[in-house]
């Protein structure tokens, strides 16, 4: 890990306390950490709907992984441990927000709030519209929605959000030195 491929958000509270959280650049050895970790913090929902499969849940990761447009959300003092992921793709209309996901002992105490926040500045920058689509029955759509996604759509599996966005595109030296994962280009 160098430096200029992390972020580290000094001042990000999780649970009232300073936490050490950065951000870094998906690699092609990330794959399979982060297939398997969609597997365990989608597993609950995706049986609840019908649609677990062992083997599916992973290659669909795998399938769509892109280390150009994914961050690795790093924890722990030397920023060493992976806590999550999250991909931000441009499309035609704006950005796609997908591949959030965070390890069930960080989930509910800030940090994914902290990561959003830091995504949602970088992309409201670009003025863009951000979208992104979560498991009905999820509890990851009150996250979203307490940062300004609206449902748009749904349908008997998802729940389509997107939070508009307008302004000028502006994209600062720090935001592409440290964050190269989550570029808008």
Do not use: K
């Not at 892109?66 to 992921?85: F, V, Y």
């Not at 009150?142 to 595109?169: K, N, T």
């Amino acid at each position: 890990m160098t430096a200029a491929a992390t972020v580290t958000v000094p001042g990000e509270s999780v649970v009232g306390r300073p936490t050490r959280w950065g951000l870094r650049a998906a690699s092609a050895a990330d794959v399979e950490v982060i297939a398997e970790l969609r597997a365990t913090v989608m597993r609950a929902d995706l049986e609840r709907l019908g649609r677990y499969d062992e083997h599916r849940v992973r290659q669909r990761l795998r399938d769509s992984f892109s280390t150009r447009h994914t961050s690795i959300i790093m924890t722990g003092h030397e920023l060493d441990r992976i806590a999550g992921s999250v991909t931000v793709r441009p499309v035609e209309d704006g950005a796609l927000l997908e591949h959030f996901y965070l390890a069930p002992c960080h989930q509910g105490r800030g940090l994914g709030s902290a990561v959003l926040r830091t995504v949602l500045r970088r992309t409201d920058r670009h003025g863009v519209t951000v979208r992104l689509n979560v498991l009905r029955g999820s509890a990851a759509r009150r996250l979203y929605e307490r940062h300004g996604f609206v449902v748009e759509s749904e349908d008997p599996v998802d729940v389509f959000m997107v939070r508009r966005r307008s302004g000028a595109s502006v994209t600062s030296d720090e935001d592409r030195a440290t964050a190269p994962a989550l570029e808008l280009s």
